[in-house]
């Protein structure tokens, strides 16, 4: 079993800053790309940023300059280091992992359970 658990999501006020964790567990052999979707309240799920085990990384258009992902390959983590928030912000934050499980048996997509952020004032 894999699992992945986010934290760090909360109320901030329009400007202000917040960090999200992901942290994967379980029968893991190796974790190739990991990242960040949101879910913005009545729209679909979208693209925020993925990293690379090498630490290439992808931004959407509307967080570049203000988001930044980083992640731990030793501790099987992912951050989200966002700035500068917008309500436009305001979403469920989920976090992603594309898997091979123990002896490279499976590879495919995880996803966290997700995290409220609010952006408002």
């Known amino acids: 079993q894999v699992q992945l658990v986010e934290s760090g999501g909360g109320l901030v006020q329009p400007g202000g800053s917040l960090r999200l964790s992901c942290v994967a567990s379980?029968?893991?052999?190796?974790?190739?790309?990991m990242g960040w979707y949101r879910q913005p309240p009545g729209k679909p799920r979208e693209l925020v940023t993925t990293i690379t085990p090498g630490g290439s990384t992808n931004y959407a258009d509307s967080v570049k300059g203000r988001f930044a992902v980083s992640r731990d390959v030793a501790k099987n983590t992912v951050y989200l280091q966002m700035n500068s928030l917008k309500p436009e912000d305001t979403a469920v934050y989920y976090c992603?992992?594309?898997?091979?499980?123990?002896?490279?048996?499976?590879?495919?997509?995880?996803w966290g359970q997700g995290t409220q952020v609010t952006v408002s004032s």
């Open positions: 992603y992992a594309n898997i091979w499980s123990s002896a490279y048996t499976s590879l495919r997509d995880y």
């Open positions: 379980g029968s893991i052999a190796a974790i190739l790309t």
